[in-house]
């Protein structure tokens, strides 16, 4: 092949290239949308007034109930959307097509039906529930799907769009919430998918969500509507290529179809819970407590990366920084930076004892955010923070874990500051939770919860995780106690080697992606 034919060649794959782009569907951020704003009146709704009486008997402050159990956590979600009366929003950064997603369109369906106005905003990248049924689900007239900077939806055009606006791309919408009538809201890690409710056979997430009622659920539906009514936020028929000319009885006839029954083998298997129960019988077992939002503007996403716009990680340091004794930290995904391993340094020099749960590598989900957080793991030893890395094979020795799970994920998010503060939500400690993405959650005032999270900790996380030390030559140690006894692992503890050179491979990642 001669040298002109080579050059031919390359011109004509630019040339292909730049067609592929030009022809690319452009994503419709400048469209005009429809103000949404949430449904204040909702006093005399059975949420509303049970509400007022619980917030009068406790001092005008919210109600705070953990869901640390997935049937907790989807059980809660589905009777609240099953005495909904005005209003529902969702906020997630995914939903699948899986029995979590269709169980939850199907609750949203009905609330719908009785009139209940359903507004449900999704970040783009992860979701996998399919256009066409999101695009049936907005035709209902109570219902309204957005997503969140979106990019062209399906095909090679997609991929295109990524690689041309990666920098504007890559930034998410992370938050996660479910608000109904403005008076009751979920709020933590959870996404809409099977693995956060241990539905998924074989693994299980560890995550965390706290139920909240009163003054601070009126502040959650504040945040929401600065993400829906933001110029990144596009209704769903603005962006889905594939239009449909099905009707909403399709949708509800396939999900019918698709359920099998698993809406009531679900519904019933939460309807064991205790909580459930408490709420179906309007006793909201919560703790009285004072709590805020800690959010993101939605213009983080828009606006150049910088310490200015990290809103949320900056209130939470001024809390990190008013600490007085101890501070634990439960975060799946954990790569600190230089600057993160020095604040860990200040903390400890100043008498603070610090914590730290995170994923080992078998745990991770996430590989190449193992390999970002391995570069630091020693210098956070030597700053003096006690480490530890959940057991992927800890899932039988958890509370409420899945019959027949075989690993365990953790996904927590939260932390727990001097017996006094919990905060809960969707923030990781890694540069794309903190610089990137958008991110939400709630700071609570209450020792009760703080306790009842803290109680009897150093044995609890001996059960579930392994201490990460370094020996007296400055190599790593994996120390845990099992079946009483205690082990010592001088290597990735329960990786293959073929994932321990994938973490090894992936240090090549930017660190800022991770």
């Excluded at 608000?179 to 693995?195: C, H, L």
């Excluded at 600057?339 to 080992?360: A, C, F, H, P, Y």
């Excluded at 956070?380 to 509370?399: D, F, H, K, P, Q």
């Excluded at 959650?441 to 201490?467: M, Q």
Aim: overall charge negative.
């Amino acid at each position: 092949m001669s040298i002109a034919h080579h050059r031919f060649c390359r011109i004509a794959i630019l040339l292909l290239a730049s067609a592929l782009f030009s022809g690319c569907a452009t994503v419709p951020f400048d469209q005009p949308k429809t103000h949404s704003e949430t449904i204040t009146d909702t006093a005399d709704t059975r949420l509303g007034k049970g509400v007022h009486e619980w917030t009068s008997e406790n001092g005008g402050l919210s109600g705070i109930y953990p869901l640390s159990q997935g049937m907790d956590a989807l059980g809660a979600r589905l009777r609240l959307a099953e005495i909904a009366e005005r209003s529902i929003d969702l906020q997630y950064f995914l939903m699948k097509d899986d029995t979590a997603g269709l169980v939850m369109m199907n609750a949203l369906l009905k609330a719908a039906d009785r009139g209940v106005r359903v507004r449900f905003l999704l970040d783009d990248i992860f979701t996998t529930s399919a256009d066409r049924n999101l695009l049936l689900l907005n035709q209902h007239p109570n219902i309204e799907v957005r997503l969140f900077n979106p990019v062209s939806r399906r095909g090679i055009s997609s991929k295109l769009n990524f690689v041309g606006d990666f920098r504007q791309a890559n930034r998410r919408m992370h938050n996660k919430s479910f608000t109904v009538d403005n008076q009751i809201s979920i709020v933590g890690g959870r996404n809409i998918a099977d693995e956060y409710f241990q539905l998924k056979e074989g693994s299980v997430f560890v995550d965390f969500d706290v139920l909240a009622m009163g003054p601070v659920a009126a502040e959650i539906s504040q945040s929401f509507d600065e993400f829906c009514n933001h110029s990144r936020a596009v209704p769903m028929e603005q962006v889905a290529d594939n239009k449909t000319n099905e009707d909403l009885e399709t949708v509800r006839a396939d999900i019918a179809e698709e359920f099998d029954g698993a809406y009531d083998e679900v519904y019933g298997r939460a309807l064991e819970s205790q909580l459930l129960q408490d709420l179906i019988a309007s006793r909201e077992p919560a703790f009285p407590a004072y709590a805020v939002v800690l959010s993101d503007s939605p213009d983080k996403l828009i606006n150049d990366i910088g310490e200015e716009h990290m809103q949320l990680a900056n209130d939470l340091l001024d809390v990190l920084h008013s600490a007085r004794e101890e501070i634990i930290f439960i975060t799946p995904y954990y790569v600190p930076g230089k600057d993160g391993v020095e604040i860990m340094r200040q903390l400890v020099d100043k008498g603070i004892r610090v914590i730290i749960l995170t994923n080992s590598l078998a745990s991770n989900n996430h590989t190449p955010v193992h390999s970002g957080y391995a570069r630091y793991r020693k210098d956070v030893i030597r700053a003096g923070v006690e480490l530890y890395e959940a057991r992927a094979n800890a899932a039988s020795e958890t509370r409420g874990a899945v019959e027949g799970v075989d690993a365990m994920t953790l996904h927590t998010k939260a932390f727990l500051i001097d017996d006094r503060y919990l905060f809960v939500g969707s923030l990781n400690l890694d540069p794309r939770s903190i610089e990137i993405n958008a991110e939400m959650g709630l700071l609570i005032d209450s020792p009760e919860i703080v306790s009842a999270f803290t109680d009897r900790a150093d044995e609890r996380l001996s059960n579930i995780a392994y201490r990460v030390l370094l020996n007296d030559k400055g190599q790593l140690e994996w120390h845990a106690r099992i079946n009483g006894e205690d082990v010592v692992e001088t290597h990735e503890p329960l990786a293959s080697p073929w994932l321990r050179f994938k973490a090894w491979f992936m240090k090549i990642a930017p660190e800022s992606q991770l």
